[in-house]
């Protein structure tokens, strides 16, 4: 194996970066471009913490602590200006240290191994790309408990729990994995509705900044526009798209809207929850068949913009399916705090239980569909033992 270090934090300024240094001669490598306190050599034993700094030739570039993880594996934890973290790994790298993203480190490390717990290294790779606290949780918590603690409840009970049991409980995980991913993964919102009923302005109210250009023309965002915003446990892509109105495709005066409204239907088609957007201050709901045809079988949640004007639209008036409307004012920011709380209802994610066990990577999830549909005796132990201790594919 030769040697190979990757920033394991993610990217920009935080309190503390952590760089993982791994290779036969990764210690001679420390011991070049670090001191303990007192200008002494650091003593790299496994199981300990060191503090010292790290150095370039007479210059101190950070204080640090190593931790000694293994045999060939330091992680150095620095202060996480991003200016500290490149010269620390230009450091490296001017001493014949390979720099690879997180996710390769730990592939590599890992590659062609039969781990003790899979699981437990897959959820290493998945903590590089988790972007929420509550995303993290829930990996963390696959590995102690989880899915690693079924997998091995199951390695244990295979002569005593019958076959079609281990199958219901890999179709619950299955669910369960669902409705977790976008805590996980992230997720897509599409924002979708007639013209001029708000969106653009609902974007930047849940982005807290000007991310769509806003006017009382209607038909204003003639494409697509996106942005990625933290709510709460999600990282969500909302997508703020084109008016969809048949009537706006009639009377345009160029081949833009068309163009536009497909790409509308092609991000409403791949969202994981179309925020339907509707006029709280008209007494029409301006919904034509075809956009009601379109959202059949969606995940749809509808938004009543324009609370602080006079209430014109009867909720009841609204076409049956739409479920029970959330009422905002996106431009005066109230009711953002209502919308998001049931956007994590629609979605499922509101009570679900970070310590459930869940499939978070394609390996995992096909396996267990394995599982879920497996009918001979023989079929569970084998595809349980290739979920525990299989090989790690990136």
Known sequence: MGLFAALMTGPGAGAIATILLVGESAHSVLSEISQASGNRPFAFETGRILLGHIVDGGDT?????IGCEGPGTFAIHCHGNPLIVERIMKLLQGRGVELLAAEGLLARTFAGERPDDSI???????????????GARMIAAQMEGGLSQKVRQWSLEIDSVPP????RQARQILRDSEIARPIVSGCTLALI????????TLLNALAGCEKAIVTDIEGTTRDWVACEILMGPLAATVIDTAGLDANVVAAGSDEIDPAAQARSIEVLHRADLVLLVLDLS???VHIDAKLLETLA??????VLNKSDLPPRLDPAAMPAGL???????AKQATGIDDLIAAIGCTLGIADLDPHTPIA???????LLERLASADAPSDPAAIIATLHHGPIRH
Not at 297 to 302: E, I, P, R
Not at 323 to 329: F, K, Q
């Open 61 to 65: 570039v950070d204080q640090v602590t």
């Open 120 to 134: 437990v290294v897959e959820a290493k790779l998945a903590m590089t790309k988790v972007k929420t606290l509550e």
């Open 164 to 167: 079609d049991e281990i199958a």
């Open 193 to 200: 509705g007639p013209p001029n009923t708000g969106k653009s």
């Open 282 to 284: 008209r007494p029409e």
């Open 297 to 302: 079988g969606k995940c749809v949640l509808t």
């Open 323 to 329: 479920g029970e409307p959330v009422r905002i004012s």
């Open 360 to 366: 978070f990577t394609p390996r995992q999830r096909a």
